[in-house]
Structures are given as structure tokens and as C-alpha cells.
């Protein structure tokens, strides 16, 4: 028998009006999404996407609906081998296991959006999916870019689609070479700032402060880090890795593989949007995944269990 891995999304696949249809047929998923302050709840379903695309927003928004979605799995009987989410979705994963309250996870995740968002300010930067190029030869490329500024590899996300990010020369720079080196294109991306990147070093020391003062749970089953794409090991403190985690770059591609090498057959994306199940299908098209975006999603995976 095959295992179950659920993957929370991360910032990117939000969208006006995101969560209203659960909140209001789930009193599960309505007990996390009564976490946020009334103006978030406000934003999420009847706020411009503009609103929504702030980092402040978005990021306590995914949360909620992420935690709240996973609250409703959990009283059917749901229950995953091992988890994972895509930057601000580790912190939903971690508590989906245990490690935090969802009241801890919500104020963690404040504290993060607006540390993240502090040290986005003043910084001018470029975001770019680069797509049908492998990692030896883009690294390659932003190695010979720097020569214009600092541009490094922000996610690794599946086959054949890294995000890279960095000084506006430098990104240029490296998407024209990755164009030369074979790329099939690179996409700008609508971002706030230079996530998952040494920029964000100010962000890291701000968690890092915070962490001190927090008590970590047991974990219920193993989740993979996106600074390692691996479980914790022996030693690991989860405080270090989330720390590095939002100054360094996000490991999916590895993590989704090495989910699938411990058995993993089936996997459950959580959150707005498709994206983690499309990284799925282009890492190992064997495994089959579902992705839980409307109530209608939610209701036809129920029967399922």
C-alpha cells in the first residue's frame, strides 16, 4: 500500500474571493479563518487582488485557508505519511503535524509577512521562472551574470522550472544567457520582493529572535524542509531550518523526490490553485495527486476517504 503526502501551497496561488465557500459550509474551517483579524478575513473574499497580493495579506491568509482545509480532512478521519508546503506553506505542514497551534502558527506567520516585507523595502529586485533548462547550466549562467549584480536561485520547483532572483541587471543578464544556454523561457514574476534569497537575511535574524520565545510540539509525522528537502535529521533544530529557510533557496523538486522514494503514491495539495500537483505530475507522472481549491473539490474528495 502506498502512502499519502499532503503539500500545502505557497504565496502566489491566492486569488480574490479564496476560502468564502468553505467558510461557509465548514464550522472547522471557519474556527482557523476566525484567527485572522476581520479586515483579512474581509480582503480574502471580497478584497482587489491588489490587497491580497500584499505580503502582509497573503501570507496569513494562505495559512488560514491551508490549516483551515486540513481541519476538515482531519475530523473525516483524514490522515497523511508525511507532509510539506511551499515556503510560508512549511509553517501550515508543521502544524498540520503538531509542532505549532494554529493560533501560533497564525501570529508566527504575521511576524514573518511583515519581517519579509521590511526587508523587500528599498530593494530593487526581479523575480523570473526560468523554464526547460537543467540546474548545472543555469548555475552556470547566474555564476557569468554576476557580473552585472547578485542574482541566485530561489526555488528549485520541478524539472525544468527554477525561479531566479536578484538585481534587475543581473536577472537580465541571466535570463538572456539561459535563452543562449537553451531555455525554452523565463517569465517574470509578479512578486514584492526577493523571497527565498540572501536579501532576506534580515527577515531571518527577526524569526530568529522570535523562535527563542516559542515552544515547538511534537511532530506527528515527518515533514520535509525546503531548505533541505529532506525530514529534519538527528540534531536539527526546527527554529534553524525556517530560519534559513526564508534566506535560502526552496528545495520542491528534491523534496517531492524523495517523498516518492519513501513511498509515497498519492499526494493532496492544499491550498488555492494547482501548482504543487503540476510539479508533481512533471517530477513523476506515476503519482497520483488531487488539489482542494472549492468546497465542490473538497465534497467530491470526502467520498473518497
Do not use: W
Not at 486569488?15 to 467558510?23: H, L, T, W
Not at 491580497?52 to 473525516?76: C, D, M, R, S, W
Not at 529532506?230 to 528545495?251: C, F
Amino acid at each position: 500500500m502506498g502512502k499519502t503526502a499532503v503539500l500545502f501551497a505557497g504565496q502566489g496561488s491566492q486569488f480574490p474571493g479564496m476560502g468564502k465557500d468553505f467558510y461557509e459550509q465548514y464550522p472547522e474551517f471557519r474556527a482557523v479563518f476566525d484567527l485572522l483579524p476581520e479586515e483579512q478575513r474581509e480582503i480574502a473574499f471580497s478584497g482587489s487582488k491588489e490587497q491580497l497580493q500584499e505580503t502582509v495579506n497573503t501570507q496569513p491568509i494562505l495559512l488560514a485557508f491551508g490549516l483551515g482545509l486540513y481541519g476538515v480532512l482531519k475530523a473525516n478521519g483524514f490522515r497523511p505519511d508525511m507532509a510539506a508546503g511551499l515556503s510560508l506553506g512549511e509553517y501550515s505542514a508543521l502544524t498540520a503535524a503538531g509542532v505549532f497551534t494554529p493560533e501560533q502558527a497564525v501570529s508566527l506567520i504575521h511576524c514573518r509577512a511583515e519581517a519579509m516585507a521590511k526587508a523587500s523595502e528599498g530593494v530593487e529586485t526581479e523575480m523570473s521562472a526560468v523554464l526547460g533548462l537543467d540546474r548545472d547550466k543555469l548555475e552556470a549562467c547566474l555564476q557569468q551574470a554576476r557580473s552585472k549584480g547578485n542574482v541566485e536561485a530561489a526555488n528549485f520547483n520541478c524539472p525544468g522550472q527554477i525561479v531566479i532572483s536578484g538585481e534587475h541587471d543581473a536577472v537580465e543578464e541571466a535570463e538572456r544567457l539561459a535563452a543562449e544556454a537553451g531555455a525554452r523561457k523565463c517569465m517574470r514574476l509578479p512578486v514584492s520582493g526577493p523571497f527565498h534569497t540572501s536579501y532576506m537575511k534580515p527577515a531571518g535574524d527577526v524569526l530568529a529572535e522570535r523562535f527563542k520565545s516559542e515552544t515547538f510540539g511534537e511532530m506527528a509525522f515527518p515533514v520535509y524542509f525546503n531548505c533541505t528537502g529532506k525530514p529534519a535529521e538527528e540534531g536539527d533544530s526546527i527554529a534553524d531550518l525556517l530560519v534559513r529557510q526564508v534566506q535560502s533557496s526552496v528545495y520542491m523538486e528534491d523534496t517531492i523526490r524523495n517523498m516518492i522514494a519513501a513511498g509515497v503514491d498519492h499526494v493532496v495539495e492544499i491550498g488555492p490553485g494547482k501548482s504543487l500537483a503540476g510539479f508533481v505530475k512533471r517530477t513523476d507522472r506515476s503519482v497520483k495527486s488531487v488539489s482542494l481549491t472549492t468546497a465542490d473539490d473538497l465534497k467530491a474528495y470526502l467520498e473518497t476517504l
